[in-house]
Nanobody, 123 residues
Framework: QVQLVESGGGLVQAGGSLRLSCAAS????????MGWFRQAPGKEREFVAA????????YYADSVKGRFTISRDNAKNTVYLQMNSLKPEDTAVYYC????????????????WGQGTQVTVSS
C-alpha cells in the first residue's frame, strides 16, 4: 500500500506561482510513475502531468505545457509540480497518483491516490 500526501495548495492571483509537493510512504517510490491530475467543480478529473520512475520522461497536458513543470526527488520520496503563470481556469483540487504501468494519461491506470490539495487562482 502506498500513501500519498499532497501539500502546497492555496490561493494565488492570476499570473502567480505555486509549487505542489506529494510525499509518498513507500520505500519503492523510485519504481513508480507519478502523475498529477486535477478536478474542478462540476468537471471530470483531468490529466495534468506525469513523470517516469527515473525522471527521464515527462508528460504534460496541452493546457499546462510551458507553464507547469513536474519533477521528482527519489531520495526524498517526493514529486513536485511547479505551477507558473497561473490562470483562473487552473482552479481545481489537485491530486497526485502513482502506478507502475506504461500508460500515464488515464486516471484509471493509477493505483494510488492522495487526498488532494485545493488550488484557487483569482482573477
Amino acid at each position: 500500500q502506498v500513501q500519498l500526501v499532497e501539500s502546497g495548495g492555496g490561493l494565488v492571483q492570476a499570473g502567480g506561482s505555486l509549487r505542489l509537493s506529494c510525499a509518498a510512504s513507500t520505500r519503492t517510490f523510485s519504481t513508480y510513475t507519478m502523475g498529477w491530475f486535477r478536478q474542478a467543480p462540476g468537471k471530470e478529473r483531468e490529466f495534468v502531468a506525469a513523470i517516469s520512475w527515473s525522471g527521464g520522461s515527462t508528460y504534460y497536458a496541452d493546457s499546462v505545457k510551458g507553464r507547469f513543470t513536474i519533477s521528482r526527488d527519489n531520495a526524498k520520496n517526493t514529486v513536485y509540480l511547479q505551477m507558473n503563470s497561473l490562470k483562473p481556469e487552473d482552479t481545481a483540487v489537485y491530486y497526485c497518483a502513482a502506478h507502475r504501468s506504461s500508460s500515464v494519461y488515464y486516471s484509471s491506470s493509477y493505483d494510488y491516490w492522495g487526498q488532494g490539495t485545493q488550488v484557487t487562482v483569482s482573477s
